[in-house]
C-alpha cells in the first residue's frame, strides 16, 4: 500500500485507469473531488432498492400471488425524493439546467415517473426471467474486500479487490442491475472490469467460479409501453477469464 499509494483496487478504478490514466490520477490518487453529478445513482439506487422489495414479497410456493406492485412502487417513491436530490448539489441546483423551480420539480417528476414505469415493466416480466433466465436472488448489495490472489503462484497482489455485488441468485450466480438509457453491448459487457471483478472475488471467496453472470439493464427514457425496457445478458466464464483478469490488474498495478 506504501508503494502504491492506494489501499484498494475497485472495479470503476480499474475502468476509470484504462479510460484515462490522468483522471484515475487526480481522483482516485490523489483523491481530488471533481465535480460529478449522483443524480444517476440516487435513481439507480431507488430502483434496485425496489426491485429488491418484488423478491422480498415472493413466496416459496406461491411466488407472487400475494404481492403487490403498489409496495415495490412506495419503495422507489419513498428513496428518490427531492430532498435525497437536493444533497446533489451538481445535479438539482444548477442554475444554468434548472434557473426556476418549476423546471427543477418538471425534472424530478419526469425521472420519478420513468422510474416507476421501469418498476412497472420489471413487474411485468417477473415470471418470465425466474422461467426463463433462473432469476430469483436472495441478497442484496453484498460488500466485499479481499486479497486478490493469483490463481496460478497462489501470492496475493499488492493490495485487496473491494467491490459490491448487486444480487445473489439462489445458485450462487451473480446478478448485476443497471439503468441505462442504451442498450448494453453483448460483446463489450462480458469484458468489463466490473463484470470480471465480481466473477473474479466470488471465485476466490468460494474457489468456485459463479455458474454464471447476468445482466438486467433497465431501460430510461423509453415509452411505459415498450417491451424493450428491460435487457437480459447472461455469460459464463472460465479460469482462463479470471487468469488473464487478474493479468490486466497486475499490469495496471505495475
Known amino acids: 500500500m ?3 499509494g492506494i489501499n484498494r483496487i475497485t472495479p470503476s478504478m480499474l475502468t476509470e485507469y484504462e479510460s484515462c490514466p490522468k483522471l484515475f490520477y487526480y481522483r482516485s490518487f490523489l483523491g481530488l473531488k471533481l465535480p460529478q453529478t449522483q443524480v444517476h445513482f440516487v435513481f439507480g439506487n431507488a430502483v434496485h432498492l425496489a426491485i429488491g422489495n418484488i423478491y422480498e414479497q415472493m413466496d416459496e410456493h406461491d411466488l407472487w400471488k400475494h404481492a403487490e406492485i403498489r409496495i415495490a412502487k412506495e419503495q422507489f417513491i419513498k428513496t428518490f425524493t427531492l430532498e435525497a436530490l437536493d444533497k446533489d ?13 418549476e423546471e427543477r420539480i418538471k425534472k424530478f417528476e419526469e425521472m420519478r415517473d420513468d422510474g416507476l414505469a421501469i418498476i412497472k415493466s420489471y413487474w411485468d416480466i417477473k415470471e418470465d426471467l425466474l422461467a426463463t433466465h433462473d432469476i430469483n436472488p436472495v441478497a442484496f448489495e453484498i460488500p466485499v474486500k479481499i486479497p486478490i490472489k493469483h490463481p496460478e503462484t497462489g501470492e496475493d497482489l499488492e493490495i485487496p ?33 466490473q463484470a470480471l471483478s465480481y466473477v473474479t472475488v466470488r471465485y476466490l471467496q468460494t474457489g468456485k ?16 409501453k415498450s417491451k424493450e425496457r428491460i435487457q437480459v445478458l447472461k455469460y459464463t466464464y472460465e ?5 488473464a483478469f487478474v493479468a490486466r490488474i497486475e499490469s495496471i498495478l505495475e
Open 2 to 4: 506504501s508503494k502504491l
Open 209 to 224: 467460479i459463479p455458474p454464471w453472470l447476468t445482466y438486467i439493464v433497465m431501460r430510461k427514457g423509453m415509452s411505459a
Open 161 to 193: 479487490m473491494s467491490c459490491r455485488i448487486d444480487a445473489l441468485n439462489y445458485d450462487g450466480s451473480i446478478i448485476e442491475m443497471k439503468t441505462s438509457k442504451a442498450k448494453y453491448d453483448e460483446v463489450e459487457t462480458r469484458n468489463l472490469p
Open 89 to 101: 448539489e451538481l445535479a438539482f441546483n444548477d442554475e444554468l439546467k434548472y434557473p426556476t423551480e
Open 239 to 243: 479460469e482462463a477469464d479470471i487468469l
